[in-house]
T-cell receptor, first 114, second 111 residues
Framework: NAGVTQTPKFQVLKTGQSMTLQCAQD?????MSWYRQDPGMGLRLIHY???????DQGEVPNGYNVSRSTTEDFPLRLLSAAPSQTSVYFC?????????????FGPGTRLTVT | GDSVTQMEGPVTLSEEAFLTINCTYT??????LFWYVQYPGEGLQLLLK?????DKGSNKGFEATYRKETTSFHLEKGSVQVSDSAVYFC??????????FGAGTRLFVKA
């Protein structure tokens, strides 16, 4: 199992450019999420999905779009990059258990917007 | 809404010292509680968890007890090593799978 994979690892964008961060998991997990990590703020939820074809907004969704056409893939699209979107982005997957939902994280994408 | 508050870092300790990282939470109902660890340049990984009051989660010498009366889930380790240097996140999941994370506490362990 590769677990959760993310590409690219690093990216530099100019203000106004668009791009897609890729995320895939091979564990057949139902739930997938995108977080951004900023210094002193922990992880903040951007968007999440509870299954193929179902997505919803998290805490900080503005400027980002997602789709979930398959169980495995959950790409995050930046529509028009802004310097405020400079951050480290983590994708995570999870599955339902009777007692808790453990998150499995990818290695992250470090994005800089100039 | 639900929230997690953990002590600010960085925490700097010498090898073999005792570690405590405080974590308190606010939640309705009976959330599951977690500690995640992030080593440099990596994503987060689950360190331990507890799913109900008075449960003790443990892993790799780390322990935390779910205290409902004080709404706390403090992380402890009796003797830290240099390899424990990382950022530690307290987290909860209440209704459903959505997880709320604390701000993280960076730990430095000196040889």
């Amino acid at each position: 199992n590769a677990g959760v994979t993310q590409t690219p690892k690093f990216q530099v964008l100019k203000t106004g450019q668009s791009m897609t961060l890729q995320c895939a998991q091979d564990m057949n997990h139902e739930y997938m999420s995108w977080y951004r990590q900023d210094p002193g703020m922990g992880l903040r939820l951007i968007h999440y999905s509870v299954g193929a074809g179902i997505t919803d907004q998290g805490e900080v969704p503005n400027g980002y779009n997602v789709s979930r056409s398959t169980t495995e893939d959950f790409p995050l699209r930046l529509l028009s990059a802004a310097p405020s979107q400079t951050s480290v982005y983590f994708c995570a997957s999870s599955y339902s258990r009777t007692d808790s939902y453990e998150q499995y994280f990818g290695p992250g994408t470090r994005l800089t917007v100039t | 809404g639900d929230s997690v508050t953990q002590m600010e870092g960085p925490v700097t300790l010498s090898e073999e010292a005792f570690l405590t990282i405080n974590c308190t939470y606010t939640a309705t109902g009976y959330p599951s509680l977690f500690w995640y660890v992030q080593y440099p340049g990596e994503g987060l990984q689950l360190l331990l968890k507890a799913t109900k009051a008075d449960d003790k989660g443990s892993n790799k010498g780390f322990e935390a007890t779910y205290r409902k009366e004080t709404t706390s889930f403090h992380l402890e380790k009796g003797s830290v090593q240099v390899s424990d240097s990382a950022v530690y996140f307290c987290a909860l999941s209440g209704e459903g799978f959505k997880t709320i994370f604390g701000a993280g506490t960076r730990l430095f362990v000196k040889a």
